[in-house]
């Protein structure tokens, strides 16, 4: 993102950066959805980095009037792929 597509998003009706506690999700435009890859954890419970799995994602998403919708990631598909 350069700086006049994130300055444009700063004017218009967008969500402003957010941290859920372990990602950090720059400015969205509203209407507009965005995925990363999950984190992966150590047994502590501390981010160590990106899941390696292709598949797994953590998803937010910005509601048509500029705020997170429910103001939560979504973090299902993290979960998909993990034996129970």
């Not at 435009?29 to 501390?46: D, F, H, I, L, W």
């Not at 981010?47 to 953590?58: E, S």
Request: aromatic share 10%; charged share 10%.
């Amino acid at each position: 993102m350069n700086f006049i597509s994130f300055f444009s998003i700063l004017l218009d009706s967008s969500c402003s950066a957010a941290w859920d506690s372990f990602i950090c999700w720059p400015p969205l435009p509203a209407g507009e959805t965005m995925s990363k890859p999950c984190p992966q954890m150590n047994t502590r419970g501390v981010v160590i980095g990106d899941a390696a799995h292709p598949g797994m994602f953590a998803v937010r998403t910005c509601a048509e009037n500029g705020s997170w919708v429910e103001n939560r990631t979504n973090f299902s598909l993290c979960m998909t792929n993990i034996a129970v």
